[in-house]
């Protein structure tokens, strides 16, 4: 049950963006009995209507709106206009996400402190440790029904795993199983188990991968105070002359301008829309975007250290058979300085359908080097890496100074550089990878550079002090009190870990602080 | 409009086709052949038809795919369907047919006096493209390969790669762990 709230109910919080962040809020302030408008710019599109086809599945989903790319960063040469792969629909990238749920190391709550002032990186604790976030992370996990947690079975392990695994054991890996996964190994919360279709970044078509989609949004739309409009884009946040936010003005599906009022206003957008849409929203008062007095809105983009590494064997691996991502060794996501860098990475199982194998491997690239890879594709095993990669003031997001997207807001530009830690943590990993494929066999290892980002990150980030960031320890603005930053551009640094389950972790934590704060008439 | 057409093999054919030109590949010896406004591949009973660009053009193109891209399991009538975009877009924007057909010229006069084709082996025609490599023309050829030849479920099996899935029950009872050999 759906319930629409008039425009001028000013008595509602509006959320922008469905995805991780925005998606869980909601259900979880709609549960609470509070009145709650989802604006998502993309369409809805039910589980049962996604696609097993990459491109066709690209185009459903995908944010494909026009963003520019500036750095030495290569994803800005062979994808100018597509920094990242993320979604635009109802879900946001929980339809394209591949469901790997980790909690984040004590350490990376504490990175200044841990590692140390590091030049070109700017590195800060975050006003929360682990600890605190403990209880919101078991709720999480709950929630999502994470594998390997709450007495779930972890999922079977495909072709694309038993080779990882062969090989972690040969290097003497520890820690290689099938993942934390937010894919039900069997049936739970209404969902399906997973039948190892092997489209999960497609959007799952049996539900068995948790998404906002149709794990949160329709538990909040029942209990009749939570709405979702899709296709209406967030241009513009309206504030009062006390420095309150007031509404949001968005485009409809017909491209008119409408004002929805609200008593609060949370951003969820994914951390390029986010501080886009802070720093569209100057004003007089606030002349350099909302929240703003710190400079650091849109600043300390992150990514993720990553990269994949393929692994050709003599034998068939066809890994594309089963959970794109349901395979990961741990070992190397500690903290161990003496690898020549800060931060540590995770190796986990990943493959792509040929035609995105065709457009990733090696973008640019032809010649027989590149089509004699491609040419076993059915004996290829793959892995992706992820690692903490260094916050840089350099690295951000800005509005372009004269590109304008349909309702005339300035696009994103997206900068990025590698830190030197980054480029030496990407390289011990590719040799950490290819050697473990080597001690299974392989005849020929392929060092993939990264893809468009999936993890963006650290563009709103949290701060103990107001002049370090942009929100507080609860996603509050430092600046406005009614105003909150909900997705995992609040990271103030990125971790080693896949994001998600963190950024659902601090949405009920944040549900809890904007329920609490409303009671006592504070907000 | 570009028609990619079954046709019977060229000795099944009334006369009249007049082969005005005959598209020599190195190494296995395959013929282009070209006829009136079409590309035919007599062998593999498979025509091309074009309507903006020259057939001479699209003949080249179809080679320029294969040697960007070499599968030599991959037969030319997926190249012939990778590239015949060009040919529909030369039709509606004609700095496009420009940009075909003046880098296909430009690519037969930096090949000698035969052309790009005329090259045997695919390293000399390689070696001509690295010099191009840099042009819009190559990196409109190659860039509009990318998705032309390898989204073509027709190819997927040549790969090994099985497509979609769920209508067949995922992979639950096909296989997604029945690797033997580690
Ligand atoms: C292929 C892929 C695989 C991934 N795998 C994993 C994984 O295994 N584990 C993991 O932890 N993470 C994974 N991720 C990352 C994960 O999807 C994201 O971290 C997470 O979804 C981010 O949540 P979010 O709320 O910040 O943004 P999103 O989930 O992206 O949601 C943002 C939403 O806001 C909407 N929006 C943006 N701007 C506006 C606006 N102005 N007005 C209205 N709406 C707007 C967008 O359309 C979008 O729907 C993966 C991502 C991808 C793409
Ligand atoms: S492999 Fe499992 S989780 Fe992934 S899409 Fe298929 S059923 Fe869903």
Redesign the pocket.
């Known amino acids: 049950m759906t319930a629409p709230f008039d425009l001028k109910n000013d008595g509602v919080v509006v959320i922008?963006?469905?995805?991780?962040?925005?998606g869980t809020l909601g259900n979880e302030l709609a549960q609470k009995g509070i009145d709650v408008v989802i604006?998502?710019?993309?369409a809805r599109h039910e589980y049962q209507d996604f696609i097993n086809d990459e491109w066709d599945s690209f185009a459903q989903l995908a944010?494909t709106d026009k963003r520019t790319t500036s750095g030495d960063w290569r994803v800005a040469k062979d994808f100018p206009n597509l920094p990242a792969?993320?979604?635009?629909?109802v879900?946001?990238?929980?339809a394209?996400?591949?469901?790997?749920?980790l909690r984040f190391q004590e350490h990376e709550f504490k990175t200044l402190s841990t590692y140390g002032k590091l030049e070109g990186a700017n590195l800060l604790d975050w006003p929360i440790t682990l600890a605190e976030l403990e209880p919101y992370y078991a709720k999480a996990e709950d929630r999502l029904g994470v594998t390997l947690t709450n007495n779930i079975p972890g999922l079977p392990g495909n072709n694309n795993f038993k080779v990882m695994k062969a090989g972690a054991d040969k290097l003497g890996y520890k820690e290689c199983h099938t993942g934390r996964m937010a894919i039900n190994s069997e049936p739970r919360d209404d969902r399906n188990a997973c039948q190892q279709t092997g489209f999960c970044?497609q959007g799952c078509k049996w539900g068995a991968k948790w998404s906002t989609l149709y794990s949160e949004i329709p538990k909040g739309e029942a209990t009749g105070h939570l709405e979702v409009r899709p296709n209406?884009?967030?241009i513009n946040i309206n504030h009062d002359a006390s420095g309150k936010v007031t509404g949001v003005v968005?485009a409809d599906k017909d491209g008119r301008l409408r004002e929805q009022k609200a008593r609060i206003v949370a951003v969820?957008?994914?951390?390029i829309?986010s501080p886009r849409?802070l720093l569209n929203s100057a004003s007089s008062q606030f002349p350099d975007g909302l929240a703003n007095s710190s400079g650091q809105v849109g600043k300390n983009y992150m990514r993720h250290t990553t990269g994949s590494v393929y692994g050709i064997f003599d034998k068939p691996v066809h890994m594309y058979r089963g959970t794109t991502?349901a395979g990961i060794i741990r070992d190397e996501a500690r903290n161990d300085p003496s690898r020549g860098f800060v931060g540590g990475y995770e190796l986990e199982t990943l493959s792509l359908g040929l035609p995105f194998m065709a457009a990733f491997l090696n973008p640019g690239g032809w010649g027989r080097s590149f089509t004699t890879a491609l040419d076993h594709y059915d004996h290829m095993a793959g892995m992706w890496i992820v690692g903490e990669d260094m916050p840089r003031e350099e690295n951000r997001i800005t509005l372009h100074a004269d590109m304008k997207d349909e309702h005339g807001m300035p696009v994103a530009d997206v900068h990025f550089d590698d830190h030197s830690n980054d480029t030496a943590m990407r390289n011990h990993a590719y040799k950490q990878g290819s050697a473990l494929y080597e001690a299974v066999g392989a005849t020929r290892t392929l060092p993939t550079p990264p893809y468009p980002s999936?993890?963006n990150l650290g563009t709103n980030r949290m701060s103990e002090k107001a002049a370090d960031g942009v929100v507080n320890k609860h996603g509050q603005a430092h600046d406005i009190k009614n105003l909150f930053v909900s997705?995992?551009s609040q990271f103030t640094t990125g971790g080693a870990e896949?994001?998600?389950?963190t950024?659902v972790s601090l949405a009920i934590r944040q549900a809890e602080y904007i329920a609490g704060q409303m009671s006592a008439k504070s907000i | 409009m570009v028609t990619i057409y079954e046709s019977k093999p060229v000795h099944e054919k009334k006369p009249g086709l007049s082969r005005r030109e005959l598209l020599k590949r190195g190494g296995v010896g395959a013929l282009l052949v070209i006829s009136g406004s079409a590309v035919i591949s007599p062998e593999h009973a498979w025509g091309l038809e074009t309507s903006a660009l020259k057939p001479e053009t699209m003949a080249t193109l179809i080679q320029m795919a294969r040697d960007i891209y070499p599968h030599d399991q991959v037969p030319d009538k997926y190249y012939a369907i990778a590239v015949k975009a060009h040919d529909e877009q030369a039709g509606k924007d004609l700095a496009h047919k420009d940009l075909i057909e003046k880098g296909v010229a430009d690519l037969d006069l930096k090949s000698g006096k035969d052309g790009y084709t005329g090259l045997g082996w695919e390293e000399q025609r390689v070696a001509v493209l690295r010099d191009i490599q840099d042009t819009p023309f190559f990196q409109a050829v190659r860039g509009g390969l990318v998705v032309g030849l390898y989204n073509q479920k027709q190819v997927w099996p040549i790969f090994g790669y099985e497509g979609e899935s769920y209508s067949k029950g995922g992979y639950m009872a096909r296989g997604f762990d029945d690797i033997e050999w580690l």
Not at chain 1, 85 to 89: D, G, L
């Open positions: 922008i963006g469905s995805g991780a962040g925005g604006l998502e710019a993309g944010w792969w993320i979604v635009k629909a879900g946001g990238s929980t394209h996400w591949a469901g790997a749920s970044f209406a884009m967030a968005y969820a957008g994914n951390s829309e849409l991502m999936t993890h997705d995992g896949n994001p998600t389950l950024i």
